[in-house]
């Protein structure tokens, strides 16, 4: 949910009773948004536009008081705005709806490719492998740090997977681990700046581990 300063002390999407909010027309944020008035009885004035463009124009005119979508598209459509800063997103998430990694279907290896790579990313961060160090630590007498970038003898992930021995030290050194990636595209280093939120690693209050690559 998203909303212009010029509501004075609007600081809660609680406090959105009798608003008009812009919304994009047969999209589950729609129905999420109409749940979330009616849970909390609240009374709201839909305008429901076919396309998203539309809705995001219709907003940034003023329109509507809000305007509510997808959490992490509401970040670029705040920069798309006139007067970008004029603009809050307001904290309550009004329902669940994760987005995960895909692949075409019936091309298995290339799944277990992306899905390891997603785990090397993330064991990568939790270990402190970054981009910078990423040669140094392979020096590390830590024997998953050592197995994760192939300086381990036991180390077969790689070559099971079909990539050389070193894959996910070409992986950090290309990209960084997956802290640096979200923070360079859409966290604090990018004109987003999306909070890593439940993005962060389990041990720092998010979901992510990623599991462990033997």
């Known amino acids: ?58 907003y940034d005119s003023g329109r509507c008081d809000a305007y509510t979508t ?22 309550e998430i009004i329902s669940k709806e994760p987005f995960g990694l895909t692949v075409r279907q019936g091309d298995a290896r290339w799944a277990d490719v992306v899905r390891w790579t997603h785990n090397a990313l993330l064991n990568a961060e939790e270990y402190g492998i970054t981009q910078a160090n990423v040669e140094e630590m392979k020096k590390s007498d830590n024997p998953d740090i050592k197995r994760l970038l192939g300086a381990e003898a036991d180390t077969k992930i790689g070559t099971d997977l079909g990539l050389d021995k070193d894959w996910v030290v070409k992986i950090i050194k290309g990209v960084g681990n997956y802290g640096e990636i979200f923070e360079r595209n859409i966290g604090s280093g990018s004109p987003l700046k999306i909070a890593r939120g439940l993005n962060a690693q389990w041990n720092k209050g998010g979901l992510q581990y990623g599991i462990p690559v033997r």
């Open 1 to 58: 949910m998203i909303n212009s300063k010029k509501l004075a002390g609007i600081n809660s999407a609680l406090q959105l009773s009798g608003a008009s909010i812009c919304v994009q027309a047969g999209t589950t944020t729609e129905l999420n948004m109409a749940d979330y008035f009616r849970a909390n009885k609240m009374e709201y004035n839909p305008v429901v536009f076919e396309k998203i463009e539309e809705a995001n124009a219709a």
């Open 70 to 91: 997808d959490q992490s598209s509401l970040y670029g459509v705040r920069l798309a705005l006139a007067n970008p800063d004029d603009h809050v997103i307001l904290p």
